[in-house]
Structure formats: structure tokens, C-alpha cells
């Protein structure tokens, strides 16, 4: 075991605050990481918060990581010493269930590890995350980043990154293909980016009218204020996908409306209520209300693959360690364009 510092919560909606913890020591399969930039995802509030429940304290969250290898075990041949190498949502997996052998790890049926807030595959040791100084993680489960990708802009990438990639690929986003994002936020302004490097004409939907300078300048096409019903309805049977990243409560047939035949609308971002829906509004059309959530070691790298191919990377505000609980409040307000990273060499 080797000692690192990082900033953790130690209670449910606690600030979090300087920790020294143990990190394991490299084994055979692991990498250790030097970690360079770490980005704060909504879903870490909810964790420290134990909004989700079946929270673990001390906890150190983070999953969205790039930093410099600084050494391998002796069966690594994915990484060498000096590549930068990403870690995300997830770390080890069972491998022999029917998920994971089709590739899709992230299913895991015999419990993923998380790479916070969790176990190991032990069932005993705890899982600590990227605000932090270094991680130790097995090959596997970390991603090359590529070169030409600037550090602190891929780290989201690793959990917004994928969250809103999978869907698109999954559902054929492209030219000739129609795709909404609702909300243009930190998984929103990544999912229009994605979709129009991809081909496809996109409309942001959004509730304020302050970001259609920022969505057009991504790429968008179009842009909707939501509040205006009327506008809505002028869009009857027109998307192909429909990407909704909005956490807050919504009314959701009003955008399933705009789906045409077959068309599909995705839900990214956790929904603060249950829905309400009438299952007919579906049925006309053979239309679908999905989900989604990242995706597997195998597509995260093509995502980031993609994304070095476009050079595509996250709108960013860096900030030092010191100022994490401020950022927390920050996103709460909707106060951030569009992620907040942090400068790990400050802590």
C-alpha cells in the first residue's frame, strides 16, 4: 500500500475537505496513473449527498480522470510508462458473464467496480476516485487518450463524454438523421458536439434563451426555447432521436410529440420526479422512450478515438481543489459552461 492525499467527504453532505488515504500497491494487471486533471460530474453531489443511497464514507469521488502512466505491472502490454491514459465510470467487471463476454462490461451481472463509492472486486476493499493525486487500476479498465486531445478538456469526456456518445451510435445519429438535445448543459454540450461531428442536424432545446449563442456556435442548427409551448407544437413529427440530458422535472410528452415515425427519445440525465405518460402517445408511431448510461471499456476508447479524430473536447472551467465545494454549489445553480475540472496538482 502507498499513501496519497485527494479531498474527500467523511459524512452524507459533508464539505469535502484534504484526506490522506492508502492506494494498493501495482499489481501484474494494474497501471498507477499520476493524475493530472479530474472532472466533477453532477452524479458526485448525488453520491455525497446519499441521494442515491448505500453511500461509503470517507469518499473520494471522481470518475472522470487523465494523467501521465507512471508505472506498470509485469504482464501490462496495453500502457507504458509516459502515456496519457484516462479512467472512467467503472474499473473491473467479472469477464465470464454473457455481458461482459458480448463486450459489455458496463452490464456487468456479477457487479461492476465502481471506481468510487464501492468495492473491489473483493467485496472488501473500498473504491476511491479521482480527486486525488494517483490511481492504481487494472489495464483494462483504463483508456488511452489521445495526443492531440488537450487533458483537462478529454477528462469529462470520460463520463459525459460516453453517456451521450453510446446513445448517438446506438441509434444511428448521422447525416440525414434529425437529433434534439434537450438541455445544454455538461452532458448536453457534449451530445451536440458528438451529433453534429457525426453528420446530423441538431436542435438545442433549452430553457434559456442566454445559451443559443453557445449552441450554434457548437454546431446546432436550430434552437428552442422550451417555455414557448407554441414552439414546441411548430415541431410535431419531426426528430429522428431525441437526447434529453435535463435532470429537473419535465413534462415528457410534450417532446415525446415531436418524435416522428420510429423516432426515439433517450433519457441521459436521471429525472428528479418519476414520469407521467400515457403509454398511447407511444403507440401511434411506433415511437420509444429509452435510456441510457456510458457505455463499455471497448466503446469508451472509440468515443475518445472520435473524438481525437474531430478534436473534440469538453468547454471547460478549470479550478484549484481548494475550490470544489464552491464548484458543487456552482452546478446546483447552473452556474458552470459546461464542466468544472480540477487542477489535481493542487491538491
Not at 452524507?12 to 498507477?32: C, H, M, Q, T, Y
Not at 487500476?137 to 459525459?160: E, S
Not at 484549484?320 to 464552491?326: F, G, L, Q
Amino acid at each position: 500500500m502507498s499513501l496519497t492525499k485527494g479531498y474527500a467527504a467523511q459524512v452524507a453532505n459533508g464539505k469535502l475537505e484534504p484526506w490522506e488515504f492508502e492506494r494498493r500497491e501495482v499489481g501484474a494487471n494494474d497501471i498507477s496513473i499520476d493524475i493530472e486533471f479530474a472532472g466533477i460530474c453532477h452524479s458526485d453531489i448525488h453520491q455525497v449527498n446519499e441521494e442515491w443511497g448505500e453511500a461509503i464514507f470517507p469518499m473520494v469521488p471522481g470518475h472522470e480522470i487523465v494523467g501521465t502512466v507512471v508505472a506498470v505491472g509485469s504482464n501490462v502490454t496495453k500502457f507504458k510508462v509516459g502515456d496519457v491514459a484516462g479512467v472512467g465510470c467503472f474499473v473491473d467487471s467479472c469477464g465470464t458473464c454473457e455481458y461482459c463476454l458480448d463486450g459489455n462490461d458496463h452490464w456487468c451481472l456479477d457487479n461492476s467496480a465502481y471506481t468510487y463509492n464501492g468495492m473491489e472486486r473483493d467485496g472488501v476493499t473500498p473504491t476511491y476516485g479521482g480527486y486525488s493525486k494517483n490511481v492504481v487500476v487494472k489495464a483494462d479498465y483504463a483508456l488511452h487518450v489521445p495526443a492531440n486531445l488537450d487533458r483537462a478538456g478529454a477528462a469529462p469526456l470520460l463520463c459525459a463524454g460516453i453517456t451521450t456518445f453510446s446513445p448517438l451510435r446506438h441509434w444511428n445519429a448521422g447525416p440525414g438523421k434529425k437529433v434534439a438535445v434537450m438541455g445544454l448543459g455538461g452532458l448536453g454540450h457534449m451530445a451536440v458536439k458528438l451529433a453534429v461531428a457525426m453528420g446530423a442536424e441538431v436542435t438545442v432545446m433549452s430553457h434559456s434563451e442566454g445559451k443559443r449563442e453557445d449552441a450554434l456556435a457548437m454546431g446546432a442548427k436550430n434552437f428552442v426555447v422550451t417555455s414557448d409551448k407554441e414552439e414546441l407544437k411548430k415541431l410535431a413529427n419531426t426528430f429522428d432521436l431525441i437526447i434529453n440530458t435535463v435532470s429537473a422535472e419535465i413534462e415528457i410528452r410534450r417532446y415525446i410529440g415531436t418524435l416522428r415515425q420510429w423516432g426515439s427519445l433517450v433519457v441521459v440525465g436521471a429525472p428528479g420526479k418519476p414520469y407521467s405518460i400515457d403509454g398511447s402517445i407511444l403507440m401511434g408511431r411506433q415511437l420509444s422512450l429509452s435510456g441510457s448510461n456510458i457505455g463499455s471499456i471497448k466503446e469508451t476508447q472509440e468515443m475518445l478515438d472520435f473524438c481525437g479524430e474531430h478534436n473534440i473536447v469538453s468547454d471547460i472551467e478549470i479550478i484549484p481543489a481548494s475550490a470544489i465545494n464552491e464548484a458543487y454549489e456552482r452546478v446546483l445553480a447552473s452556474d458552470v459552461r459546461y464542466r468544472f475540472v480540477i487542477d489535481t496538482a493542487t491538491i
